[in-house]
């Protein structure tokens, strides 16, 4: 499995991204029940958010999120960063 770090980053003001929030966080509890997300929580100050994620590669990474409203509606981008974790705590072994 490949990691990754997806940092999204809003481009419409945020009283726009909250007439959206709970649809968002309805297609991320799709990807919490497929084992794909570990955590996700909104960036301070609220520009954006974050996400840790895993799958078997970027194209499905990014083939998930392109399902999302936020993306649909194009009021926020999204940036993948791939990370190899070499340490982590013990409680995390079974998802790693």
């Known amino acids: 499995m490949k990691h990754f770090i997806i940092e999204l980053t809003y481009l419409v003001p945020f009283s726009e991204i909250e007439k959206v ?42 083939d998930f999120f392109k399902d999302d409203p936020f ?8 940036r993948y960063i791939e990370f190899n974790p070499v340490k982590y705590q013990s409680i995390l072994k079974d998802w790693i």
């Not at 084992?35 to 590669?57: D, T």
């Not at 993306?71 to 999204?78: G, M, N, P, R, V």
Request: contains cysteine.
């Open 21 to 62: 929030l709970q649809e968002h966080r309805n297609f991320l509890q799709k990807g919490y029940d497929s084992g794909m997300l570990l955590c996700s929580g909104p960036r301070e100050p609220k520009i954006g958010g974050m996400a840790v994620a895993r799958a078997e590669s970027l194209k499905k990474i990014q």
């Open 71 to 78: 993306l649909k509606l194009k009021i926020a981008e999204y």
